[in-house]
């Protein structure tokens, strides 16, 4: 579904706006940029975007204040961008609530990957919101909950999203690079290595599920159910 959503980003330092331009494009969607609050106003009309990336720190406008501007006309996920401690402390007080923050600086591809939560989250992409069940084993994308029959199960924020695209697509082959541009926001060969590891990871983790990642050679990776 990422395909098609537009992002605004809202950015007035044109470094930061071409880098998280690249990597939004990169991971598939269509990018708009604003730097300006003014502009920000005019793209969101416009564009209607799924998401904004807004840095608080503008030129012609107070970033809190355009966030609640844009949250008062629609309902659109909002992630702000920060530069300076008090700012985070801004945003995290906000009831209004912003869907997610990153402090500059920031990595872009941490950016892609809290884009492509909040818009599954977000989204009415089947299976947005619903546990997942593979055998045994179940997931739980809207409390970020993981169950081996009745043992929870703790993963990190890259375990957690690699087993959820495993059982949303159970049986189906998963290349590498399809993993790391889904899970880690881009698809640049070479990389691949770190599939690997957090593939194992997840195994040791998942111990006692009848559920399991078959390693497919020189390919990549699929989710195989138990026999019923
Ligand atoms: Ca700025």
Known sequence: MSGTARIVVVEDDASVAQLVTLYLRNAGYLVEHAATGERARALFDEVKPALVVLDLGLPDADGVDLFNELRARADTPVIALTARAEDAQKVAGLDAG????????????????????????????????????VGNLSVDPARHEVLVGERAVALRAKEFELLEAFCRQPGMVLTRDRLLEDVWGFAYPGETRTVDVHVKQLRDKLAGADAKIETVWGVGYKMVAPAT
């Open 98 to 133: 912003m869907d997610d923050y990153l402090a500059k600086p920031f990595n872009p591809r941490e950016l892609v990957s809290r884009v492509r939560a909040i818009l599954r989250r977000a989204s009415g992409m089947p299976g947005g919101g619903r546990v997942l069940r």
